[in-house]
């Protein structure tokens, strides 16, 4: 079935790294757009960044600008987010999605949680 | 860019109850909105795009109506299983901003 898996989160500390990666499946990847969504502690969702079938076009919110690259490799099924800098205000569990032009964002992986903390 | 604002921010209703939940575009997104529900602990869940669509598997309950600026979801019949976060997504633009979210909480 359609499904989206992410992975590599955990606990960095401040100024540290961290690359996510989201794995699909059941669907044609290289045909969607994707993006990242992160929601911290008791908070609001909030769109970090997408990328392009063929990674043409990438963009950012101001938050994380600067600090964070998103990637895709379509041979693998797989986009990833890089996260650069860390901070206390970044801890929040990470989602991937898939992008579709009629549905929006209509499907989520289960999130990766990240914790960043001294 | 494109601002996205729901309201209320919460809403406490009994079982039964019709709930009406409104999101305001800053621009036109002419009908590329989406609504999702989303669970303590879980990811989002797709409910309706396109302004009025229902996703498969989504009951008839949820109704999205609007265009361009102005959006609602209303739940007719509010459930048990329905007490949750519902936020509004513009996909007009490749970011698609969200809105704030609604709670929907048990009164």
């Known amino acids: 079935q359609v499904q989206l898996v992410e992975s590599g989160g955990g606990l960095v500390k401040p100024g540290g790294s961290l690359r996510l990666s989201c794995t699909a499946s059941?669907?044609?990847?290289?045909?969607?757009?994707m993006s990242w969504v992160r929601q911290a502690p008791g908070k609001r969702l909030e769109w970090l960044s997408y990328?392009?079938?063929?990674?043409?076009?990438?963009n950012y919110a101001d938050s994380v600008r600067g600090r964070f690259t998103i990637s895709r490799d379509n041979a693998l099924n797989t986009v990833y987010l890089q996260m650069n800098s860390l901070t206390n205000e970044d801890t929040a569990v990470y989602y991937c999605?898939?992008?579709?032009?009629?549905?929006?964002?209509?499907?989520w992986g289960h999130g990766t949680s990240v914790t960043v903390s001294s | 860019d494109i601002q996205m604002t729901q309201s209320p921010s919460t809403l406490s209703a009994s079982v039964g109850d019709r709930v009406i939940i409104t999101c305001r575009a800053s621009q036109s997104v002419n009908n590329y909105l989406a609504w999702y529900q989303q669970k303590p602990g879980k990811a989002p869940n797709l409910l309706i795009y396109k302004a009025s669509t229902l996703e498969s598997g989504v009951p008839p309950r949820f109704t999205g109506r609007g265009s361009e600026t102005e959006f609602t979801l209303t739940i007719s019949s509010v459930q048990p299983d329905d007490f949750a976060v519902y936020y509004c997504q513009e996909y007009k633009s490749y970011s698609g901003t969200l809105g704030q979210g609604t709670k929907v909480e048990i009164k």
């Open positions: 990328i392009s079938t063929t990674s043409v076009y990438t």
């Open positions: 999605a898939r992008d579709d032009e009629e549905r929006g964002r209509d499907v």
């Open positions: 059941g669907f044609t990847f290289s045909d969607y757009f």
